[in-house]
């Protein structure tokens, strides 16, 4: 392997780097996330209501249609009353004309009720539409921020991830399946033994592994309190390797 070391501490620092991008949106995606929740169950519960103030509008247009047919209902009983032939009919006819009435107050009761929830729900959907749209504002922001903040990023994610792709493919599976095994615990999995001291940890390295260290180039060396992979200051390095 043409000195796997170097290309290793490469991808450390193109790992650092996309870690830092990440950091830069945050909580961002969880919140718009909830906000997208919450507007949708905003955006239901408007839907429930104006089914609710339908139906009761339709309840009044029905009650109105009873009110009158039991006007007319009524109106021709008492046409009928003046031509009975005997006290029987006439008796009867009156029964009929009180149930009517009693139906007719029953209604008109019930529609006074009715007019009370309509005003309430106009009321209650008005609010609900209220805040359905402050929330959609809340959502635009929010998604603005998001898209301003990534597409930004996005370019150089791009660029990041592609050579560190080149990178990984100087460096044999194993070395790189032991990088993201640190990785996994430290995020700086790379780094350098300086004046014969761990620049992760900052804990002596033993002298005869310094001295390994600097012969043996295509070997990988942990350091042993820390267990991140270590490399001489003698590593030659491009500086900008990136561009
Ligand atoms: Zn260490």
């Known amino acids: 392997m043409d000195n796997e070391l170097k290309y290793l501490v490469y991808i450390s620092q193109l790992d650092t780097r996309l870690d830092e991008f990440e950091e830069d949106l945050g909580g961002l995606p969880e919140q718009l996330k909830t906000i997208r929740q919450n507007y949708e169950k905003q955006i239901a519960m408007v839907k429930e209501t104006e089914k609710i103030l339908r139906d009761v509008r339709k309840f009044a247009v029905n009650s109105k249609q009873a009110l009158d047919d039991?006007?007319?209902?009524?109106?021709?009983?008492?046409?009928?009353?003046?031509?009975?032939?005997?006290?029987?009919?006439?008796?009867?006819?009156?029964?009929?004309?009180?149930?009517?009435?009693?139906?007719y107050n029953k209604i008109t009761s019930e529609m006074r009720s009715i007019s009370v929830k309509e005003d309430n729900l106009i009321e209650m959907l008005e609010m609900q539409k209220q805040e359905r749209l402050e929330i959609e504002k809340d959502l635009k922001e929010k998604e603005?921020?998001?898209?301003?903040?990534?597409?930004?990023?996005?370019?150089?994610?791009?660029?990041?991830?592609?050579?560190?792709?080149?990178?990984?493919?100087?460096?044999?599976?194993?070395?790189?399946?032991?990088?993201?095994?640190?990785?996994?615990?430290?995020?700086?999995?790379?780094?350098?033994?300086?004046?014969?001291?761990?620049?992760?940890?900052?804990?002596?390295?033993?002298?005869?592994?310094?001295?390994?260290?600097?012969?043996?180039?295509?070997?990988?060396?942990?350091?042993?309190?820390?267990?991140?992979?270590?490399?001489?200051?003698?590593?030659?390095?491009?500086?900008?390797?990136?561009?």
């Open 70 to 103: 039991l006007k007319d209902k009524e109106q021709k009983l008492s046409d009928r009353q003046f031509r009975v032939r005997n006290n029987k009919e006439f008796d009867a006819i009156t029964k009929e004309i009180e149930h009517i009435r009693q139906e």
């Open 144 to 243: 603005k921020e998001y898209e301003t903040i990534s597409s930004d990023q996005n370019e150089e994610i791009k660029e990041l991830k592609s050579k560190k792709k080149e990178f990984e493919k100087k460096v044999s599976r194993r070395s790189l399946d032991d990088y993201k095994r640190v990785r996994h615990h430290l995020k700086d999995a790379v780094v350098l033994a300086k004046r014969n001291s761990c620049t992760g940890c900052y804990s002596a390295i033993p002298p005869q592994k310094i001295v390994m260290l600097r012969n043996n180039l295509d070997k990988l060396f942990f350091c042993e309190n820390c267990g991140r992979i270590l490399y001489p200051e003698e590593l030659v390095l491009e500086e900008n390797f990136l561009f």
